[in-house]
């Protein structure tokens, strides 16, 4: 078993920064992908970013590439979100996420192994 939770969120204004972080409990911590996922009022849940058990490769959504930063520390059992140059449409909840597919399938899915509770980002104009 694996519980995740995430925390960070907030309230930013456009062109601001947040980062994200994504506590997991468990040995086997280290054994997951991660991700980050995310679902804006009245859409479906969408997937962003995602990073391998090792931390050696990341896929990211092409709405957030060349903003988002996806990272891991194995050590800590955490995996961060680092959030730059936000827009209002960033606005969403965010969910941590663990599965042992390759990420390049946690991308296409919707459902993993475990998830969070989500940790709401509120980015205005």
């Known amino acids: 078993q694996v519980q995740l939770v995430e925390s960070g969120g907030g309230l930013v204004q456009a062109g601001d920064s947040l980062r994200l972080s994504c506590a997991a409990s468990?040995?086997?911590?280290?054994?997951?992908?991660m991700g980050w996922f995310r679902q804006a009022p009245g859409k479906e849940r969408e997937f962003v970013t995602a990073?391998?058990?090792?931390?050696?490769?990341?896929i990211y959504a092409d709405s957030v590439k060349g903003r988002f930063t996806i990272s891991r520390d194995n050590a800590k059992n955490t995996v961060y979100l680092q959030m730059n140059s936000l827009k209002p449409e960033d606005t969403a909840i965010y969910f941590c996420a663990a599965d042992r597919s390759p990420i390049q399938a946690m991308a296409r899915r919707k459902d993993m192994d475990y998830w969070g509770k989500g940790t709401l980002v509120t980015v205005s104009p």
């Open positions: 468990g040995r086997t911590f280290s054994i997951y992908a």
């Open positions: 990073i391998s058990w090792s931390g050696g490769s990341t």
